[in-house]
Structures are given as structure tokens and as C-alpha cells.
């Protein structure tokens, strides 16, 4: 079965390239979001097993994704991929209850072995 994966970036093509970052053979139905807004509905309609998330967005930023899925015990694996390398923003989203924080560009390798890490990907 396909595992539900939530790509969240205003720019569409940070969303292309997270996109074509994803390892070749894992077995996702991909989705995309956005702004906050469209990633929570997203979430609520079963959307985002797993979801990749930018923090600097308009309408609703990827901090307060973050909070509203955890106040609202919202089931989804968050990884923050963000161009905000501030040693602040990644202590915040784990805080926030983000698993992994990569940064911009994003790199494969790097994505697949976070994915590893956590159990996510196996391939």
C-alpha cells in the first residue's frame, strides 16, 4: 500500500525539486500543499502519512503547522525542509515535534538516510 506523503512549499518549484528528491522505488501517493492552511486540510483528509515541510510560507507558516498538529494529535511523520538554517528555527520545530530538520536544497542521500533513520523507507 502506498504510504500518503504531504510535500508543503509556497514555491512551486522547491515542491518540484522535493519531489524528485524522493527515493527512487519508495511507494508514495504524493500530494501537495501550498500554505499551512491547504496542509492541515490535507492532513484531516488522510493526505500526509509523512509530510515534508517548508516553514516560510504565507497565510499560515510551517511553525504553526507544526502547532496545530500536535494540538490537535494530528498522525502524520513531519520532516521540515527549509532554507532557514538558523540553529533557532531547527531547536523550535523539534520542539514543535518535527523529526528532522535538512536543509536547501535538499539532497537525496541526505533525505533517503533520514527516511532510513526513522523507519520510514526501507528501500
Not at 76 to 86: E, G, L, R
Amino acid at each position: 500500500m502506498s504510504t500518503p506523503l504531504l510535500v508543503v512549499d509556497d514555491s512551486k518549484m522547491s515542491r518540484r525539486l522535493i519531489k524528485r528528491s524522493i527515493p527512487p522505488g519508495w511507494d508514495v501517493e504524493v500530494s501537495e500543499a501550498q500554505n499551512g492552511v491547504e496542509a492541515l486540510e490535507a492532513i484531516r483528509a488522510g493526505k500526509a502519512h509523512v509530510m515534508f515541510l517548508d516553514l516560510t510560507m504565507p497565510v499560515m507558516d510551517g511553525f504553526q503547522v507544526l502547532k496545530e498538529v500536535r494540538e490537535e494529535n494530528l498522525d502524520t511523520m513531519v520532516i521540515v525542509i527549509s532554507a532557514d538554517i538558523q540553529p533557532k528555527a531547527e531547536i523550535r520545530v523539534k520542539e514543535l515535534g518535527a523529526m528532522a530538520f535538512i536543509k536547501k536544497p535538499i539532497d537525496q542521500e541526505i533525505l533517503t538516510k533520514v527516511l532510513k533513520e526513522y523507519g520510514i523507507y526501507d528501500g
